[in-house]
C-alpha cells in the first residue's frame, strides 16, 4: 500500500518505520525544514538546543524499532544512563538526589522523613504492581468499546480512579516527599492531583530500566530514526505542511499540501495534533461520530513557557536534569490547570545536557533550557505583553538562587511560549501534550487510533492513545502499524 505519514514527530516515525518494513511505501511529510516535529532541534551560536522531549525512558520501545532494520540501537545512536535522573530541588534548600539505587533512594527517604520510610516501600510496591497491570495496556489498541471492558479488572485493582497525588499522599506524610513521588505527570502534560496513579508506573519503568540521554541530544535520536526509516527505503518531504486531507466515498485519497503538491495514497496516518486535524485538515461532513466540538471541549493540557540558553562558563554542581520545586504544589497546579492564571511564582524544570555531552555547546560553555508549566492559550493570557517579565523573574530567581552571575555569564538565549505552540506545531490552544492525561480521557475515551467513519485514517501521537511521552508516543505509532497490518 501507498501510505502517508502526517508529521515527523516520534509518533509518527515509529509508525512509519514499521510500516516500511511491513512492506508497504511509506512518505513522510512534514511542515518543518528538519524531523522531529516538537523534538526539533535549535542550532545557535554554536550551541545545540533540543526543543522537545529530553526524558527518555522504556528503551525496549526503541530497540524494537532499530530492529527491524537488522541492526541494533547501538548502530545508530549512543544511549547513556544517568545518575541522578533527577535532583529535586526545595525552597528550603533540601535536595533530592532521585536515582535507580533502591537502597540510596530508601536512605534518602529515611533522610528527609525518618517515619516514611515504610510508606514508601509500599508505595513502591504499589508502583510495580500498577506497572505489571498497566504496562501491557500501553500498545493495545482501544478501538472499541468491549476493549475499554477488558481493561476494568486491571483498572479497579490498581484503584485507577484515584490521582497520583492522592496515591503517594496515602503514604507519605513529609510535604516534599509527597511532590518527589507524585510530579511524573507533569512530564506528559497532566495534574498529579487530577492524572490517575496509573502513571505512578512510571517509578516502576525509570527504577528498573533508568532515564537515559542520547548523546548528541534527542535531535541524534530523530535522525537515528529517520536514518532507519530510509534505509528501510521510505521518503521523507520536509516543508510540505497538509493543506487537507481529501475524503471520497469514506475513505481517505491522500493529502493535499500548502505548496501544492497533492499525494496519493490508500492509507494516511496522522501524527499532528488531533484537534486541529479534525479542525482543519478535514471537512466536517466526512466525521459525524467525531466532531470537532466535542474535541474541542475536552479537557486540554498545559502549555509551556521555555528558555533556552547558553553561558560561558559551567556550573558543575547542577546536574543534567533538575526540578525546581516552587514555594506552592498543589495551589500552583490549580492555578495552571484549573484556573488558569498565570501566577506569580512557578516550578521549574532545569535542563542541563553539556552535565553529559561537553560537545553540545563550545568549550568551557554549558547549554541550558529552563521550563515552566504555564495556562494553554484558553486562559487569554496576553504573551506579547508578559513574555520578557515572566523571563526576567524567572532568569532572576535561576541567578539569585542556583546560577550564581547568570547575567554575566549569558551569552545565548531564546524562547518560546504558548504562541509557539499553537502557531509552529498546530497545537490546539497551544497546549504542549493534547488533551489531559485524565482517566476520562484516556483509552477508549482519548481520540481513537482510528477514525470512526473513515476506514484508512489513523492517528498517533500525544493526542491519541496512549497519550504523551517518548513511550507513549512511539507505542502509538506501534498499535496504528499494528491496525494497519491487520487491515
Not at 241 to 248: G, R
Request: net charge neutral; aromatic share 10%; with cysteine.
Amino acid at each position: 500500500m501507498r501510505i502517508v505519514v502526517i508529521g515527523s514527530g516520534f509518533g509518527g516515525l515509529a509508525a512509519a518505520i514499521r510500516l516500511q518494513a511491513q512492506g508497504h511505501s511509506v512518505t513522510i511529510v512534514e511542515k518543518l525544514d528538519q524531523p522531529g516535529g516538537r523534538a526539533c532541534v535549535f542550532h545557535q551560536d554554536g550551541f545545540t538546543f533540543d526543543a522537545g522531549p529530553t526524558i527518555i525512558t522504556a528503551p525496549w520501545v526503541l530497540d524494537e524499532l532499530f530492529a527491524l532494520t537488522g541492526r541494533h540501537t547501538a548502530d545508530f545512536v549512543s544511549l547513556v544512563r544517568l545518575d541522578p535522573f533527577y535532583n529535586i530541588r526545595f525552597e528550603d534548600g533540601s535536595v533530592f538526589r532521585y536515582n535507580g539505587d533502591k537502597d540510596a533512594l530508601r536512605e534518602q527517604v529515611r533522610m528527609f522523613a525518618p517515619g516514611d520510610e515504610a510508606g514508601y516501600l509500599t508505595f513502591r510496591e504499589k508502583a510495580a504492581a500498577i506497572f505489571d497491570a498497566g504496562m501491557p495496556l500501553i500498545d493495545q489498541p482501544f478501538d472499541t468499546i468491549g476493549s475499554m471492558v477488558k481493561a476494568v479488572p486491571a483498572l479497579l485493582r490498581t484503584r485507577a480512579d484515584r490521582s497520583v497525588a492522592a496515591m503517594a499522599n496515602a503514604y507519605l506524610a513529609d510535604e516534599r516527599l509527597r511532590q518527589v513521588f507524585s510530579f511524573h505527570p507533569l512530564l506528559v502534560g497532566g495534574n498529579p492531583f487530577r492524572a490517575s496513579s496509573m502513571y505512578a508506573l512510571i517509578h516502576k519503568l525509570e527504577q528498573q530500566w533508568g532515564v537515559l540521554f542520547c548523546m548528541g541530544g534527542t535531535g541524534a535520536l530523530v535522525q537515528g530514526l529517520v536514518r532507519a526509516f530510509e534505509e528501510l527505503g521510505g521518503t521523507m518531504r520536509y516543508e510540505h505542511e497538509v493543506a487537507d486531507v481529501p475524503v471520497v466515498n469514506g475513505r481517505a485519497t491522500g493529502v493535499r499540501c500548502v505548496n501544492g503538491v497533492h499525494l496519493d495514497a490508500d492509507a494516511v496516518v496522522c501524527n499532528g495534533d488531533v484537534v486541529q486535524a479534525y479542525r482543519t485538515l478535514i471537512k466536517p461532513e466526512h466525521h459525524p461520530r467525531t466532531p470537532a466540538r466535542r474535541l474541542e471541549r475536552m479537557r486540554h493540557s498545559m502549555s509551556l513557557f521555555v528558555i533556552y540558553f547558553g553561558t560561558n562558563r559551567q556550573y558543575d554542581n547542577i546536574a543534567h536534569h533538575e526540578i525546581l520545586m516552587g514555594p506552592r504544589y498543589r495551589e500552583l497546579l490549580e492555578d495552571i490547570f484549573e484556573r488558569k492564571i498565570l501566577a506569580d511564582d512557578f516550578s521549574l524544570y532545569l535542563h542541563r545536557p553539556t552535565a553529559t555531552d561537553p560537545s553540545l555547546a563550545p568549550p568551557g560553555c554549558d547549554a541550558w533550557y529552563v521550563l515552566s508549566p504555564v495556562p494553554h492559550l484558553g486562559s487569554g493570557t496576553d504573551w506579547e505583553r508578559v513574555s520578557e517579565r515572566y523571563r526576567d523573574r524567572i532568569m532572576g530567581y535561576l541567578e539569585e538562587r542556583y546560577l550564581p552571575g547568570l547575567s554575566q555569564h549569558l551569552v545565548t538565549e531564546r524562547r518560546v511560549d504558548p504562541r509557539y505552540f499553537e502557531g509552529t506545531l498546530n497545537s490546539y490552544l497551544g497546549s504542549a501534550f493534547g488533551p489531559e492525561p485524565v482517566l476520562t480521557q484516556s483509552a477508549w475515551f482519548r481520540p481513537h487510533n482510528r477514525d470512526r467513519d473513515i476506514g484508512n485514517l489513523y492517528f498517533c501521537g500525544a493526542g491519541t492513545h496512549p497519550g504523551a511521552g517518548l513511550p507513549g508516543v512511539i507505542s502509538s505509532g506501534k498499535i496504528v502499524a499494528g491496525m494497519i497490518g491487520r487491515s
